[in-house]
């Protein structure tokens, strides 16, 4: 037995992910309460939510058709085996959400995270393939700067240092795409960029050098969040779908952040009228309530594994939890939610006084770069001479104090907050964080 005495508030055991431990454990920051756009702090503070959470809460916090969804079905029926067996609300869910999704993604995977959404499409991918008698094509293509997740295919076909140095090896046959982000030209643009999106012909390049016949397919985030929102450049990526097409590789867009109305539309795909194989999401699908995520993939995909004797396994894949009911009633209620109050389009409605909002801090101390879609927006900081990411991390801590919730990436500040966040909440957003730029961070 332990004879370890630690105080119940004792911050040491738990080893927190993605975060300064250190400095976190000499100045905790927790939050015990939520409702709607704010969160209350352990010192009993509001704090409005830039960022819904990590990118999730688009319905805001404890909305009541989803806790209420929660608890009836922990009474209901808690569990139920995921493998060879079912529930009706896992089946019910799959409806719902093709019935919102790009036409054609007619059927989907169950996951419980975006991670794992990541690595469950990957193996689709490279499973679809062979499954037609294509196996060679095993190689999968990513792209620098790209965020896919912390398993091992997410961060191999990842593009984010950090994420990858201290891993080994990593898998083996993945090659990258050069990023999109170009400063000099695109500094300050609203919506899609103007310049850069030639650069999807690098990846006719990576085609010529490995071949197209040895390529499984080519993973993009549509806007790239986690490296700091990079928004593609126009023409972008309807030119990555026609050279995947051209070549029969498949392109999974990885929809963990752009699903469910983060554009103003219910997916970026619709959003930037670019169809893929296969999408990824997780994190709106429950409203980040319950860990779950969905992968959707074509009927083609989804009929080339539809063969063989009856009985057998057709896709040796999947989790515990895979379709867990609670979480399938978290996502239905979610998507009740999202339905009643038209949220998977409201990001469109909000769109222009978001971004002429965000642009208004363009005349801030140390101001770089503006980027803006959707909900989304990025405010880029010239970093600290010889102390790269602190001057980002001194505005947070700064707008956390002040009573705002943002998120930092390197030197880049990164917004997103809950789809339900009326105009008047924009403006306390950008007047609370025009305060922390000019507070000499
Ligand atoms: C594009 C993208 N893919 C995958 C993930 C990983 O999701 P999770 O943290 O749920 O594993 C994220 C998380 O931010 C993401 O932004």
């Not at 193996?123 to 620098?144: C, M, N, Q, T």
């Not at 650069?199 to 080519?218: C, F, G, K, M, P």
């Not at 001479?385 to 001057?391: M, Q, S």
């Amino acid at each position: 037995m332990s004879n370890r005495l630690n105080a119940p508030n004792d911050l040491r055991a738990f080893w927190m992910p993605f975060t300064a431990n250190r400095q976190f454990k000499k100045e905790p920051r927790l939050f015990v309460g939520a409702k709607d756009m704010y969160y209350t702090t352990h010192d009993g503070r509001q704090v409005l939510d830039g960022t819904a959470g990590l990118w999730c809460v688009n319905a805001g916090h404890c909305r009541p058709k989803i806790t209420e969804a929660i608890r009836e079905q922990a009474g209901e029926l808690d569990y139920a085996p995921a493998f060879q067996l079912g529930h009706p609300k896992a089946f019910e869910l799959a409806n719902r959400l093709v019935d919102i999704a790009p036409e054609g993604m007619d059927h989907v995977l169950y996951t419980n995270s975006g991670s794992e959404s990541v690595e469950t499409a990957l193996k689709v991918a490279l499973a679809y393939h062979r499954a037609k008698g294509d196996g060679a094509r095993s190689r999968l293509i990513g792209r620098e700067r790209g965020y896919h997740g912390v398993n091992f295919g997410g961060i191999s076909v990842g593009g984010i240092v950090s994420n990858r140095k201290m891993f080994g090896s990593l898998l083996t046959g993945v090659d990258h795409m050069p990023h999109t982000h170009f400063p000099d030209k695109n500094a300050f643009s609203r919506g899609e960029p103007e310049h850069g999106g030639d650069i999807a012909s690098e990846l006719q390049r990576i085609i010529t050098l490995h071949d197209a016949s040895t390529i499984a397919a080519v993973i993009v985030e549509p806007v790239a969040g986690s490296t700091g929102v990079l928004i593609p450049p126009k023409g972008y990526l309807q030119k990555l779908r026609e050279i995947c097409t051209q070549h029969g590789i498949l392109l999974i867009f990885d929809e963990v952040i752009t699903g469910f109305g983060r554009l103003g539309a219910p997916f970026a795909a619709q959003y930037f009228d670019v169809k893929p194989d296969i999408i990824t999401t997780a994190k709106g699908l429950t409203n980040g309530v319950i860990p779950m995520g969905a992968v959707f993939v074509t009927s083609e995909i989804h009929d080339a594994f539809m063969s063989g004797p009856e009985h057998m396994i057709e896709f040796f894949h999947g989790y515990t939890y895979s379709g867990n009911p609670i979480a399938c009633a978290a996502a239905l209620g979610t998507l009740d939610t999202y339905k009643e109050e038209g949220l998977l389009t409201r990001a469109a409605e909000l769109a222009s006084y978001w971004e002429d909002g965000l642009h208004s801090l363009k005349d801030c101390p140390n101001v770089i770069d503006i980027r803006n879609v959707g909900l989304i927006g990025a405010v880029e900081l010239a970093p600290i001479a010889g102390e790269p990411t602190k001057r980002a991390f001194n505005a947070f801590l700064k707008a956390y104090e002040q009573g705002l919730l943002i998120r930092t990436t390197g030197d880049i500040i990164a917004l997103s907050p809950p789809l339900i966040i009326e105009k008047q909440q924009i403006e306390e957003l950008f007047g609370k964080l025009r305060n922390v730029l000019q507070n000499n961070i």
